[in-house]
């Protein structure tokens, strides 16, 4: 008969009995087809109820270690021996970012101003939002995007963008990137994707790693040069034109209206257009959207919060020419809204309650300020040091013409505690001629003080 | 000289003048190098300030209309003519879902019972969580997920699924659809997807639109089949084992081992386990995960907040081998995490402060006495009805043996107000001979009394 030495380790007696019945199947010692005590004869061996080992068997039945079999009682079912590899994989640990020096100021051109978050509207539209009464707010989301959401966003591309949409055409999506493989779901893998080089590396990884054919046409002053385009049929064209990224120039009208005539003649061919921080332009008012210019059905307008409310925030939208909606709404309906519904409605009212204007509004304004500041900061590096890029979104470009490499001016910069961004990893196949000694400098995040003390170091990072 | 009719439409005045000109240039009316007047003159003609004409050349100039020419003036850009297709595609609406019959009784599988969500606990957990003193709220999340969720879940899933890992292996995504598709961009194409039939349809669809092969294999009453899995040397193999999907089964030890042993003889076979539901065990304990019994590093195990807190909230989690860990960090290091930081905080306050597996446990017990009442309506309706799949999850399995279809089962409840779901098309190459005749009734969101009376609805629809 089975003993069982109870070891009371503050389990239930009837997993104990449990664990070591399953365990001495595991092992063998308790073999295959062999009988096991009926549920009284055990209790009564073991002093203890017949509840407690009917638990035991019970749960050594439902996953399958013993079988009942009627009118002749438990046994042991068959289980095979489990095969181990005889090297286990050392395990992988994350590294730590390898950041020996420690940054003092960083012109990182992805950090927003946490200072001028509006945490306060927030607490107010959570209140508002939250609630028992809006069934809605735990139901699965809407596969495009809540309704709310995208009825703001209607009225609010319209007037800030130029765009022209119905509520139908918007997608709710977590991210560019994620609007991104969305597209490559809609098309599959035999279109073609032309990208801008230099160009915004997540988009060209993503779409590298989708398996799409992923090609890159230089920019010229304008941005993406036209001719190389001509002989694509069936491509996609991924471009920045309010704001190149990285270089910071915005497509004028003429070369816009070239590129929509690309894919105007050929029915294989979309754009992109990727307008990921059009909000913030200092000279003048932002450039209509090329979507607002396409008449043809041609133009993917992507947008997103993450630079106009959080980064933290993975809320972005695409508005898809009536000629891809029927097909992606197709895929939709497969595929579940990667967006929590609560945030979509946090942002809808953010918007709908006039609140999101008046953010971007102080925001532009603290940024134009920093951007002043820096410029005037980056004068005292004197004839050496020229600037491009300045007239839109969070970071500008410095260009050194001391002969110093981009390498040496990142790294002389870091020993001193600055940390600048080179421009050559955003080029496709090494950087051009043009673009040597470059480096993004962004200054969303520092204040007036930080501003003029980095550009005081890099003065003498850079030996100017 | 240029005439301005300003027609004062709140606009202001600059912009009048820049529209105008606009237009004109497009319109061709002023042409390729023709020559504006200077500011000055331009001002002093329409009787407005240097400024006003300043600011609107200044857009012009920007979008390219005009350039600017130093010491000769302003000349009109060249602009190509802008094809325009002649038919235009005709807007496609998304239809409203096409239900004529009002539901009265929905036994969706789906659904979640909104009454015991924890709303004091979020609203708590929300003031703690967003403020002004947490600059990660407003940075982008972690790759991988917020740290302190993933540190949440090694020791949730520790506890409640045996499952082994370190914070390093989690990935948090925004849904099982999401973290599938991460999964195929660590493989790309070329590996095989081999899932249960009858299965969770959208991982189905996921890998179909992917371009992966997808192989179905059709499972008995132990879950997938093990003999056609043999053949396959670079395979992904997705199963349900807690509770299969559709089906309801849970996997046995010994078909498990089977499984497992099948990955340990290929270096190229992994196992997917979707552990969606597994919380929600009635009758024994849940079943250690496959996880917890893998030693080689062949199970990637997912799991989802959608069943145990809410559909809306889009947070899921995926726990990879260490084996998998550097080729994922390396692609993930190019991908932006779609899941807001905000939300990831709030979940892993509401599981470190003990909300979650309070909720849980109540939730348990809710479903478990609904599913008391399925089961004693379903009674009633006498012998012609078997019932399978009910140990665990928010659904269970009717089949019918008076003959009837299963189209006309659906149809004939829906003419009664009352919508039970078909399983025919979770099989994918048609529904096998066993289970003819079955729809889903799930029961998560159902009071007593509408369980009554949609049962009671049934037994009509179905002459029984």
Same mark, same amino acid.
């Given at each position: 008969?089975?003993?069982?030495?109870?070891?009371?380790?503050?389990?239930?007696?009837?997993?104990e009995?449990?664990?070591?019945?399953?365990?001495?199947?595991?092992?063998?010692?308790? =073999?295959?087809?062999?009988?096991? /005590?009926?549920?009284?004869?055990?209790?009564?061996?073991?002093?203890?109820?017949?509840?407690?080992?009917?638990?035991?068997?019970?749960?050594?039945?439902?996953?399958?270690?013993?079988?009942?079999?009627?009118k002749?009682?438990?046994?042991?079912?068959?289980?095979?021996?489990?095969?181990?590899?005889?090297?286990?994989?050392?395990?992988?640990?994350?590294?730590?970012?390898?950041?020996?020096?420690?940054?003092?100021?960083?012109?990182?051109?992805?950090?927003?101003?946490?200072?001028?978050?509006?945490y306060d509207?927030?607490?107010?539209?959570?209140? +508002?939002?939250?609630?028992?009464?809006?069934?809605?707010?735990?139901?699965?989301?809407?596969?495009?995007?809540?309704? @709310?959401?995208?009825? +703001?966003?209607?009225?609010?591309?319209?007037?800030?963008?130029?765009?022209?949409?119905?509520?139908?055409?918007?997608?709710?999506g977590?991210?560019?990137?994620?609007?991104? !493989?969305?597209? @490559?779901?809609?098309?599959?893998?035999?279109?073609?994707?032309?990208?801008?080089?230099?160009?915004?590396?997540? +988009?060209?990884?993503?779409?590298?790693?989708?398996?799409?054919?992923?090609?890159?046409?230089?920019?010229?002053?304008?941005?993406i040069?036209?001719?190389?385009?001509? =002989?694509?049929?069936?491509?996609?064209?991924?471009?920045?034109?309010?704001?190149?990224?990285?270089?910071?120039?915005?497509?004028?009208?003429?070369?816009?209206?070239?590129?929509?005539?690309?894919?105007?003649?050929?029915?294989?061919?979309?754009?992109?257009?990727d307008?990921?921080?059009?909000?913030?332009r200092?000279?003048?008012?932002?450039?209509?959207?090329? !979507?607002?210019?396409?008449?043809?059905?041609?133009?993917?307008?992507?947008g997103?919060?993450?630079?106009?409310?959080?980064?933290?925030?993975?809320?972005?939208?695409?508005?898809?020419?009536?000629?891809?909606?029927?097909?992606?709404?197709?895929?939709?309906?497969?595929?579940?809204?990667p967006?929590?519904?609560?945030? !979509?409605?946090?942002?809808?009212?953010?918007?709908?309650?006039?609140?999101?204007?008046?953010?971007?509004?102080?925001?532009?304004?603290?940024?134009?300020?920093?951007?002043?500041?820096?410029?005037n900061?980056?004068?005292?590096?004197?004839?050496?040091?020229?600037?491009?890029?300045?007239?839109?979104?969070?970071?500008?470009?410095?260009?050194?013409?001391?002969?110093?490499?981009?390498?040496?001016?990142?790294?002389? +910069?870091?020993?001193?505690?600055?940390?600048?961004? /080179?421009?050559?990893?955003y080029?496709?196949?090494?950087?051009?001629?043009?673009?040597?000694?470059?480096?993004?400098?962004?200054?969303?995040?520092?204040?007036?003080?930080?501003i003029?003390?980095?550009?005081?170091?890099?003065?003498?990072?850079?030996?100017?």
């Amino acid at each position: 008969m089975i003993t069982i030495p109870f070891k009371n380790k503050g389990q239930f007696l009837y997993e104990e009995i449990y664990e070591y019945l399953k365990n001495e199947i595991i092992a063998g010692s308790l =073999k295959y087809q062999e009988k096991l /005590p009926s549920k009284r004869n055990m209790a009564s061996h073991l002093s203890v109820s017949v509840n407690t080992v009917d638990a035991a068997y019970g749960q050594l039945m439902a996953e399958g270690y013993v079988e009942s079999i009627p009118k002749k009682g438990y046994f042991v079912c068959e289980i095979d021996t489990y095969f181990q590899s005889e090297k286990r994989a050392v395990p992988e640990k994350r590294s730590a970012k390898s950041e020996f020096e420690t940054v003092k100021i960083d012109f990182s051109p992805n950090a927003i101003d946490h200072r001028i978050f509006p945490y306060d509207a927030f607490r107010k539209i959570f209140k +508002a939002t939250f609630n028992e009464y809006d069934l809605n707010l735990l139901n699965k989301p809407d596969i495009q995007g809540e309704p @709310d959401l995208r009825k +703001a966003l209607v009225d609010l591309l319209y007037r800030s963008r130029g765009v022209i949409c119905s509520e139908d055409q918007i997608i709710i999506g977590s991210g560019t990137d994620h609007l991104l !493989q969305r597209l @490559d779901l809609l098309w599959g893998r035999n279109k073609e994707i032309i990208l801008e080089n230099p160009v915004y590396l997540k +988009a060209y990884n993503i779409f590298e790693k989708m398996g799409n054919q992923v090609i890159s046409v230089d920019i010229d002053e304008k941005g993406i040069r036209i001719e190389p385009l001509m =002989k694509h049929k069936n491509a996609a064209i991924y471009v920045t034109p309010s704001h190149q990224f990285p270089l910071g120039m915005s497509m004028p009208i003429d070369r816009r209206i070239k590129l929509l005539n690309v894919a105007n003649q050929e029915e294989g061919i979309y754009i992109i257009e990727d307008d990921y921080d059009s909000e913030f332009r200092y000279n003048e008012k932002p450039l209509p959207s090329l !979507q607002s210019i396409d008449k043809n059905g041609k133009v993917i307008y992507i947008g997103t919060f993450s630079k106009s409310i959080a980064p933290s925030m993975r809320i972005s939208y695409m508005v898809l020419p009536e000629t891809l909606l029927k097909t992606y709404l197709e895929i939709a309906d497969q595929i579940s809204s990667p967006v929590s519904s609560l945030e !979509q409605k946090m942002i809808a009212a953010f918007i709908a309650d006039g609140f999101f204007e008046k953010h971007v509004n102080k925001m532009r304004k603290v940024y134009k300020e920093k951007r002043i500041t820096l410029m005037n900061a980056l004068h005292q590096l004197g004839d050496q040091v020229s600037v491009t890029g300045e007239n839109a979104g969070h970071h500008l470009l410095v260009q050194l013409g001391n002969g110093m490499t981009e390498e040496t001016m990142c790294c002389r +910069a870091m020993n001193l505690g600055v940390k600048v961004y /080179p421009v050559s990893p955003y080029f496709i196949h090494g950087v051009s001629k043009n673009h040597q000694s470059m480096v993004l400098l962004g200054y969303g995040s520092l204040t007036e003080a930080e501003i003029y003390e980095g550009i005081g170091l890099l003065k003498k990072a850079w030996d100017l």
